[in-house]
């Protein structure tokens, strides 16, 4: 509601215009950290992933083509974990009419899915059309702390486009905080942001609304923390742990009455030929040769999955983009942001880059 809205968004204006405060009276033993155990024998595999960027941002429209009535809902860059319940909302109030409940959706990833799940909880009935099912999407392999992460060029930036980000972002933010618990693998976690220079734009810039979405944000001393950096900031976030999570919505979408056809799509014609009248394209990184997007960008990423290790119950981020999420199958160590690379093999000398960061940091920390 307009109520519900407007008090919101007077938590989150509160929230950024916050000061951080340094608790000095914590101690880094109170923290209970544990190291990850970092090293080569380890490691369970490597992942590698294609981001869908468009230096324009995620597209969510509405188009007409032929006998079908299209609606997009792609391009998310790295935030398509983060996203995709605020912009499959969008995106169902753009297509979505009682009076024409059969529709289609193109893509099972967590855009997909959660745009699946909307129209499901609006009435519709749901058919989902995909050439991979979890868990062989670009999903899963996403680390997934819940964050909009390399979503847009700050230079592309346009009003109406900031105006949907923003309220993707709120919608996402609300539906995943509801989710919080063990059923769908989502968990609040603390996040640890590691730097050897004065942290200033993390999570978000000061007096920015994003940072309402970071609660319990401080500065750590360095006698209130075990890393060995000069510079420490905390806040709490969401993380979803990816293969738990997209399995959920793939059982929630079926219970729900959903039907699940394995397909690959060469052009549109061929979409042209559905049963259902409304289309929802979720395809990713697919959209740009199945709808000539020559916006598109693969950024690649590649991740290092270690054993599980159930004592690190705590995410981290740090200089030269190492980055640490805990997950119910492996401790995943990133990352790279390979813009306008598009192999899904592993690099070596980006693996080794990882595991020797993660090494020295992990090493470094105080007990």
């Given at each position: ?6 008090a919101l968004s007077?938590a ?5 215009c ?7 009276s914590?101690?880094r033993?109170q ?16 992942d590698?992933?294609?981001r ?5 941002g995620?597209?969510v429209?509405r ?6 009535t299209?609606i997009?809902n ?6 398509g974990v983060?996203l ?9 109030d ?7 409940r ?13 745009t699946a ?6 009435g519709?009935?749901v058919?989902?059309?995909a050439?991979e099912?979890?868990?062989?999407t670009?999903?899963?392999v996403?680390g ?12 592309q930036?346009t ?6 980000y923003h ?7 609300e ?17 640890f942001v590691l730097?050897?220079?004065p942290i ?20 750590l ?6 890393f ?18 997209l ?5 929630d ?19 042209n ?8 394209n ?6 740009a040769?199945l ?6 960008t ?11 290790q ?7 981020l740090?200089d ?9 199958d ?7 942001h ?10 070596r000398?980006?693996?080794?880059r ?9 090493a470094?920390?105080?007990a």
């Open positions: 509601t307009r109520r519900q809205f407007t007077a989150l204006l509160a929230s950024a916050a000061p951080l405060a340094t608790r000095s914590r101690h033993d923290l209970g950290l544990v190291p990850v155990r970092v090293s080569a024998d380890r490691i369970i595999r490597t590698v992933g294609l869908p960027y468009r230096r324009s995620f597209v429209s188009e007409a083509r032929g006998s079908k299209l997009h792609y391009g998310h860059g790295g935030g983060t995709s319940w605020g912009t499959a909302m969008l995106a169902a753009l297509g979505y009419s009682s009076d024409s059969a529709c289609a959706v193109l893509g099972c990833g967590a855009v997909g899915l959660a799940r909307v129209l499901q909880e609006r519709a009935k058919r989902i059309y050439r099912l979890p868990p062989h670009t999903s899963n996403a997934a702390q819940w964050w909009p992460v390399a979503v847009f060029g700050r230079d930036q009003p109406a486009f900031e105006q949907q309220a993707a972002t709120r919608l996402a933010f539906r995943f905080r509801d989710l919080a618990g063990p059923h769908h693998g989502v968990r609040w976690r603390s996040n730097s050897r220079a200033r734009v993390m999570p978000a810039a000061p007096g920015s609304p994003m940072l309402g979405y970071a609660p319990d944000l401080y500065d001393a360095p006698e209130e923390h075990p060995p950096a000069r510079y420490v900031r905390h806040y709490r976030t969401l993380l979803v742990d990816s293969p738990l999570y399995r959920a919505l793939m059982d979408f079926r219970q729900a009455g959903g039907e699940i056809v394995v397909r690959d799509f060469a052009d549109v014609a061929q979409i030929t559905l049963p259902e009248s409304t289309v929802f979720c395809t990713g990184l697919g959209a040769a709808f000539d997007d020559d916006g598109m693969p950024v690649r990423g590649q991740l290092l999955v270690l054993q599980p159930a004592d690190v119950n705590y995410c981290l740090a030269r983009g190492l980055h640490m999420y805990p997950r119910s492996g401790i995943l160590l990133g990352g790279t390979d813009y306008g690379a598009s192999s899904l093999e592993p690099d000398a980006a693996s080794a990882i595991l020797a960061g993660h090494q020295a940091l992990f470094g920390m105080r």
